[in-house]
């Protein structure tokens, strides 16, 4: 095989939960472009429903979505079922789905942490167990979960303590399964993004707050864009890193080297 070969996920089968739109849409569109069928799990339905149809446009390949609540046990089931019933196998699987709460410590509720934890944390484990269960049967698999930069480090000046919390647990979580599940043949890595333009994020990285603290705190100088977890994604799914398990790809424009 050769080394472009390697990167090739051709009739592979991928979910990427909340990849309606962001970060994950733009991952699920790299994973199509190499060659998988997609799985779009996302509690928007007729967003994914609409992204899913443009990917198939786009790439020519098999994309679906599927209403998921990714932190409700029978949802989860359901979309592993459903995608055993249209593709037949799971190959890959990617956590991304997630929200941040900017609330400072003293101040938040109980239930304002654990919105955060459930669908950041608690979330990636329900999702990686269903699926893994069908990947050890199959001794093979490739798992993907969106950590953060905030996993690693503390962001200023926002108070984000569950999100930096819930980031920090999916590490753990990813070098915990990879070292559990090597032994069938199952990889399991997460990529760090640092600050990312979208289009949730475009307004707010004009303000003055954004470009001296996160901006200007970035080496390179500039937000990422969605595309550039492309490349990422698909190295981490792809036979391109079949000697790699446990990795925390960080992909932050230099933002953790201060």
């Not at 799990?41 to 994309?63: F, K, M, P, Y």
């Not at 969605?226 to 036979?239: F, M």
Request: aromatic share 6%.
């Amino acid at each position: 095989m050769s080394v472009m070969d390697s990167f090739k996920l051709t009739d592979r089968v991928a979910i990427v939960t909340g990849a309606a739109q962001g970060l994950g849409e733009a991952m699920a569109q790299a994973l199509a472009e190499a060659g998988a069928d997609i799985v779009i799990a996302d509690i928007n339905e007729d967003l994914a429903r609409s992204t899913a149809q443009r990917l198939s446009n786009v790439t020519g390949r098999q994309c679906i979505a599927i209403r998921t609540d990714v932190t409700d046990e029978p949802d989860v089931d359901a979309m592993v079922k459903a995608t055993l019933d249209r593709f037949g196998k799971i190959d890959i699987l990617v956590n991304n789905a997630g929200i941040v709460k900017h609330i400072p410590a003293e101040e938040m509720s109980l239930k304002d942490w654990d919105d955060v934890i459930n669908l950041n944390l608690t979330a990636v484990f329900l999702c990686s167990q269903r699926v893994g269960r069908h990947m050890i049967q199959r001794k093979r698999g490739c798992i993907i979960n969106i950590s953060s930069m905030s996993g690693l480090i503390v962001n200023n000046p926002q108070p984000q303590v569950s999100y930096n919390a819930s980031k920090a647990g999916v590490i753990m979580i990813t070098r915990s399964l990879a070292a559990e599940w090597a032994k069938y043949g199952i990889r399991v890595n997460a990529i760090a993004p640092g600050y990312m333009e979208t289009a949730m994020t475009r307004e707010l990285l004009k303000t003055e707050m954004a470009i001296k603290n996160w901006i200007g705190m970035t080496p390179m100088n500039r937000p990422g864009q969605p595309s550039e977890l492309g490349g990422a994604v698909v190295y981490l799914a792809s036979d391109a890193s079949s000697f790699t398990t446990g990795h925390i790809l960080v992909v932050d424009g230099g933002y953790t080297i201060w």
